[in-house]
C-alpha cells in the first residue's frame, strides 16, 4: 500500500482568516419611485375607453374574488373535515381567516358543498 504524499517541505499551514467584503466606493442609485399606475387607467383620455376598460377591470376582479372566496371555503371545509385528527373548530378557522365564527360555519357548509360537486349556492357573503 502506497503511503500518501507527504506535505510540500517548507510550507507551513497558517490558519485562514475570513475575508471581509470589499468596501463600496459609490451608493447605488436609489430606484425612481414613479407615479403609481393601475393598469394604465390613469393614461387614458378618452371617457368612453375608460369606461369599457374600467368595467372589464371590474368584471374581472369580481371574477377573481369569486374563486378566491371559493379556495377559502373548501380550504375551511377541509379544516374542518370531523375525519381529520388536526380538524379545527369553526372558532379557530374563523380567528385564522379574521372572520366572524359565524361566517365561518357558513364557509365551511359552503365548502363542504363545492367538494361534494354540488357547487353551492352563492357565496356566504350572498346568504
Not at 463600496?24 to 371617457?47: M, N, Q, R, V, Y
Not at 379544516?79 to 373548530?89: G, H, N, Q, S, Y
Not at 378557522?93 to 357558513?106: F, G, H, K, L, S
Not at 360537486?117 to 356566504?124: L, V
Request: net charge negative; aromatic share 8%.
Amino acid at each position: 500500500m502506497t503511503e500518501p504524499n507527504p506535505a510540500r517541505p517548507g510550507r507551513t499551514e497558517r490558519p485562514r482568516t475570513p475575508r471581509r467584503p470589499a468596501a463600496l466606493l459609490f451608493e447605488p442609485p436609489l430606484a425612481e419611485p414613479d407615479a403609481e399606475h393601475f393598469f394604465g387607467l390613469e393614461s387614458i383620455e378618452d371617457p368612453r375607453e375608460l369606461l369599457a376598460r374600467a368595467t372589464d377591470l371590474t368584471l374581472a376582479f369580481r371574477a377573481a374574488t369569486d374563486r378566491a372566496i371559493e379556495f377559502q371555503a373548501m380550504a375551511a371545509a377541509q379544516l374542518a373535515d370531523p375525519k381529520r385528527f388536526d380538524r379545527l373548530t369553526p372558532a379557530a378557522i374563523a380567528e385564522r381567516a379574521d372572520w366572524t365564527e359565524d361566517y365561518a360555519r357558513r364557509m365551511v357548509e359552503f365548502g363542504r358543498d363545492l367538494l361534494a360537486g354540488g357547487g353551492g349556492a352563492g357565496s356566504p357573503a350572498e346568504t
